[in-house]
């Protein structure tokens, strides 16, 4: 992943939000159970 990419990643206000983008940038197989977990990890600790 490109530091633009994780930027937008880190600034997604939902699992959703992370999900699109994940999925606008060709990560196809990233799937809503892994929006989710990266979702709350980053929340949790601040960044992926």
Do not use: C, V, W
């Amino acid at each position: 992943m490109n530091e633009e990419i994780l930027a937008k990643a880190r600034e997604a206000q939902s699992p959703e939000e992370l999900l699109k983008l994940a999925h606008e940038n060709g990560m196809t197989d990233f799937t809503a159970e892994n929006a989710i977990e990266y979702y709350a990890m980053m929340h949790r600790s601040g960044e992926i």
